[in-house]
C-alpha cells in the first residue's frame, strides 16, 4: 500500500500543468463516460473492467470473459441528448476474444429559427454522432493481456458530415500483490475530421457597392479537427477480502490532449458476488466530482444478467443517471 500511496503523490504532481490545447479537439461524444458500472467508479477503471463494458474503457479486458457477453448502456445526457451503447464478445479460445461495439449519441429535432423568424422557420435539424468498432483481444502471457479497437467514427449535423477511423489500445498486467492490475489505454487515436455537405453552398455578392456586380457562387470552407485523444493508466488492487465480502479500488491518471491532467478514484464492494455498491471522486474537474452506483446480477436459465445504475453529482448542470444491463452466457 505505501508504493500505491507514493504513485498517487508523483501523478499528482503532474496535474499542475496547463494544456496549450484546451477546448480544441471535436467529437467530444467519445469523452463521455460508457456502462453504469465504471462510470459509478468514476471512470478509474482500465485495470479493473472485465466485462462486455471493457471495449469503451480498456479493450485488453475482454480477455477475462469465458465465453459470450453482451451489454447495454442508456443515458440521458443533461436532458438534451440520448447516449445509447451496446457491445457483443465472443471468446474463441486460443484465437483470441473478438467484440463488437455500437456507440449513438443525439438528439431530436429542432426547429430552425432565423433573425427574422425567431419563432420558428416549419423547418426542422437533428444531430447524430456514431461510433461503431471492433476489437480483437488476448493473453500474451499468462499475466499480460493486449487488446486493441478499430473504430468507424461519423458526426451529422443536419446535412453536413464527418467521418473517419480511429484505434484504441489498451493493456494489462496483473501481479501476485493483492492482485494488483497495472492497465494503461489509448482511446481515439486517429486523423482528423472535417464537415462538408450541401448546406455550406452560398451565393456571395463580391462587391455590395457596384450595383452591377453579380451574385457567384460560393462555398463556405470548414476546418479541420484533432479527435480527443486520450491516455489513461492506472491501477486495480484488492483491498479487503472475505468469503462474503470483497473490495477493490481503482486509481487512474488521465492525460487528454484538449485539457488538463486528472486524477480517478473509485471502488467496489461486493456481497456474496451478487449485490455490488460503488463510489468514486474525479479530481481537476470543473463541474463533476462524486459518483455513486450500485448493481446486482442473477442466473436465469444458464445465463448471468447483471443490472447497473449510476449517478453523477455536478455542482452547475444537472445530474446524470446511467442504466447498464449485462448479459453472460
Not at 438534451?80 to 474463441?92: C, E, G, M, R
Not at 468507424?152 to 464527418?162: D, L
Not at 460560393?218 to 483491498?239: H, K, M, W
Request: charged content about 20%; glycine content about 10%.
Amino acid at each position: 500500500m505505501k508504493k500505491i500511496f507514493i504513485l498517487i503523490a508523483i501523478l499528482s504532481g503532474h496535474l499542475l500543468a496547463q494544456n496549450p490545447n484546451l477546448g480544441t479537439s471535436g467529437a467530444q461524444f467519445l469523452q463521455i463516460p460508457v456502462g453504469a458500472r465504471s462510470a459509478g467508479m468514476a471512470g478509474a477503471v482500465v485495470g479493473l473492467t472485465d466485462d462486455a463494458s471493457s471495449v469503451f474503457w480498456n479493450p485488453a479486458g475482454i480477455v477475462k470473459i469465458k465465453s459470450v457477453q453482451a451489454h447495454f448502456s442508456y443515458m440521458d445526457w443533461f436532458k438534451l441528448f440520448d447516449l445509447n451503447a451496446a457491445s457483443l464478445v465472443y471468446n474463441a479460445g486460443d484465437a483470441g476474444v473478438f467484440a463488437a461495439s455500437l456507440i449513438s449519441f443525439g438528439t431530436g429535432k429542432m426547429e430552425i429559427t432565423t433573425e427574422q423568424q425567431p419563432n420558428g422557420t416549419g423547418r426542422f435539424f437533428d444531430a447524430q454522432d456514431l461510433a461503431a468498432g471492433i476489437t480483437y483481444a488476448r493473453y500474451l502471457t499468462d499475466r499480460f493481456s493486449v487488446g486493441v479497437t478499430v473504430k468507424y467514427i461519423s458526426q451529422r449535423i443536419w446535412n453536413e458530415t464527418a467521418d473517419g477511423f480511429a484505434f484504441d489500445i489498451g493493456t494489462q498486467y496483473r501481479l501476485d500483490f493483492q492482485n494488483l492490475t497495472i492497465a494503461m489505454s489509448m482511446m481515439n487515436f486517429g486523423g482528423d475530421l472535417r464537415f462538408d455537405g450541401p448546406d455550406l453552398n452560398v451565393i456571395h455578392d463580391k462587391d455590395e457597392n457596384f450595383p452591377l456586380s453579380r451574385l457567384t457562387p460560393a462555398r463556405l470552407q470548414t476546418s479541420d479537427y484533432p479527435l480527443p485523444l486520450n491516455f489513461q493508466v492506472g491501477i486495480g488492487f484488492d483491498l479487503y477480502q472475505t468469503e462474503f465480502v470483497k473490495v477493490r479500488g481503482g486509481i487512474d491518471a488521465i492525460h487528454p490532449n484538449d485539457n488538463n491532467e486528472r486524477l480517478h478514484f473509485g471502488f467496489e464492494c461486493a456481497f456474496f458476488d451478487r449485490l455490488y455498491l460503488r463510489g468514486g471522486y474525479k479530481h481537476n474537474y470543473d463541474d463533476e466530482k462524486f459518483t455513486l452506483g450500485a448493481g446486482a446480477n442473477l442466473p436465469f436459465s444458464g445465463a448471468l444478467i447483471a443490472f447497473d445504475y449510476a449517478y453523477s453529482i455536478f455542482d452547475i448542470l444537472p445530474s446524470v443517471h446511467r442504466i447498464s444491463v449485462n448479459l453472460g452466457f
